[in-house]
């Protein structure tokens, strides 16, 4: 077809830093406007494996009040939710619901505003931040049914404010309060991780040499047929760990358990945590990044907010150099590499399961 994907990267300190490859699609919003009851080709697939909804009632519930007084039964479940799930719903985790509605709200009339303004924050075919799609590196690959609205937050060096709304008053204030906030919650997790690693509790956030931070904002239209069209793919992410706030009202996220998609269904206010590659590979496989993926509906789109904590590209994915203090000591079981190396290896291939981190699997002898 002749059109190849451009490399994606952002200016950082002067330099130019390249993250990976994707290739410009339509806006699916505009798609849907144009012609509601028609879904191009390229967004139509077979769905694999089957959906257990009987199991969401299943998904562990964390109390990150009880984790922050040290409670060990708290601290056992997380462990527990993070060897048999890699997925867990947090409650009580002191955001208040006026900050969660506040971004809810901010990124929804994102959405809203007409396709040209929308338009004035496209990604630039070189660069990750911004209005668009990610991960398309091929035409012939399938299309996801979700239009992508992407920022680096932390550290700010990173942040590219022109892709930033001038025209909506509140974003900057909405994103940044949440934004600090995710911030904190993820914190207070990986030292509780980091706990249960047998470290000491800031060992694990300090081995991130200053938290990369980036916000995906997935919008995904109604879609007259939903049995043959995925939101977003199958995959697990490349992070340490994911902080997502998901719709109240509308079910779409789903997470592969025991070779089959448990519905998670949202608790209002709750966040979702899930397990990234990076925190599989810092457990040398104790806690495994889960494969996720979300689906579409008839009835009403639906937004989600995804906030990836993440390591420092220099950072090395290892298991932190264990002493005889440490628990669950074993020989690595993944290549070191450079979280940047890893992350951008990921951005050049389109979502497709676990293949990412299977390519830094050793050889079990």
């Given amino acids: 077809m002749g059109i190849e994907a451009e490399n994606v990267s952002t200016i950082i300190a002067g330099e130019e830093i390249k993250f990976g490859k994707s290739i410009p699609v339509d806006s699916v919003q505009e798609i849907v406007r144009k012609d509601p009851e028609n879904i191009p080709e390229i967004y139509l697939r077979e769905m694999q494996g089957s959906v257990v909804p009987h199991l969401s009632l299943e998904i562990p519930v964390i109390d990150l009040s009880l984790l922050s007084e040290a409670d060990e039964g708290e601290l056992s479940r997380l462990d527990i ?12 985790h002191g955001i208040s619901p006026e900050v969660l509605q506040n971004l809810k709200s901010v990124v929804s009339k994102f959405f809203e505003l007409p396709f040209e303004q929308k338009k004035k924050y496209s990604m630039a075919t070189d660069d990750i931040q911004g209005y668009g799609q990610l991960y398309v590196v091929s035409e012939q690959q399938k299309l996801d049914w979700a239009d992508v609205f992407a920022l680096l937050i932390y550290p700010m060096k990173l942040r590219n404010m022109s892709y930033w709304p001038s025209e909506l008053t509140s974003f900057a204030e909405a994103v940044e309060v949440y934004s600090m906030e995710a911030n904190r919650v993820s914190k207070e997790l990986i030292s509780a991780i980091s706990k249960l690693m047998g470290m000491e509790k800031d060992e694990l956030w300090r081995i991130h040499n200053e938290v990369m931070q980036a916000m995906r904002v997935n919008y995904y239209p109604t879609c007259c047929n939903p049995d043959k069209v995925v939101g977003v793919s199958p995959h697990s992410d490349s992070s340490t760990l994911t ?52 689906m579409t ?25 264990a002493g005889a203090h440490r628990r669950h000591r074993h020989k690595p079981k993944y290549k070191k590499i450079a979280y940047g190396e890893y992350l951008r290896s990921t951005m050049r291939r389109k979502l497709n399961g676990k293949s990412n981190i299977e390519l830094i699997k050793l050889d079990e002898e």
């Fill in 81 to 92: 939710a993070c060897r048999e799930w890699g997925f867990f719903q947090v409650i009580n």
């Fill in 297 to 321: 509906n008839k009835s009403a789109p639906r937004i989600s907010i995804a906030s990836f904590i993440c390591p420092q590209d220099n950072v090395e994915l290892m298991p932190p150099d």
């Fill in 243 to 294: 902080v997502l706030l998901q719709d109240d009202e509308v079910t779409g996220l789903q997470v592969r358990h025991h070779g089959g998609w448990v519905p998670v269904k949202p608790i209002p206010n709750a966040l979702v945590l899930n397990v990234g590659d990076a925190l599989e590979v810092f457990s040398n496989g104790r806690y495994k990044s889960i494969e996720h993926r979300a």
